[in-house]
Nanobody
Framework: QVQLVESGGGLVQSGGSLRLSCAVS????????IGWFLQAPGNEREGIVC????????YYTDSMKGRFPISRDNAKNTVYLQINSLRPEDTAVYYC??????????????????WGQGTQVTVSP
């Protein structure tokens, strides 16, 4: 069973940057996809980006393009989400997840079967 552990969240001032990490373990295939989501207080979980392992193709939600570069280190089984130019409205719990299939199929949270525990990002004005 795949396990995902996010880290790197914290308190940051508006305009700053953070790099979140998603460590992946327990997978049974060399091919997998990782999606990043955020959930602000009182809101539903919202997709940011998904990356395929076999070709590093990335798929962004339109509203998230530009400030959330994603990268991966296959040797470390870790996927990174950089968040630039942070704003108070970015305050949320950030999750990584794997879809039920081995490739990105969109940003619907219901298509993702394994989730990490989330990491809190708080942006002060």
């Amino acid at each position: 069973q795949v396990q995902l552990v996010e880290s790197g969240g914290g308190l940051v001032q508006s305009g700053g940057s953070l790099r979140l990490s998603c460590a992946v373990s327990g997978r049974t295939s060399d091919y997998y996809a990782i999606g990043w989501f955020l959930q602000a207080p009182g809101n539903e979980r919202e997709g940011i980006v998904c990356i395929n392992s076999h070709d590093d193709t990335t798929y962004y939600t339109d509203s998230m393009k530009g400030r959330f570069p994603i990268s991966r280190d296959n040797a470390k089984n870790t996927v990174y989400l950089q968040i630039n130019s942070l704003r108070p409205e970015d305050t949320a719990v950030y999750y990584c997840a794997t879809p039920y299939v081995a490739w990105c199929t969109g940003h619907d949270a219901s298509s993702f079967g394994s989730w990490g525990q989330g990491t809190q990002v708080t942006v002060s004005p």
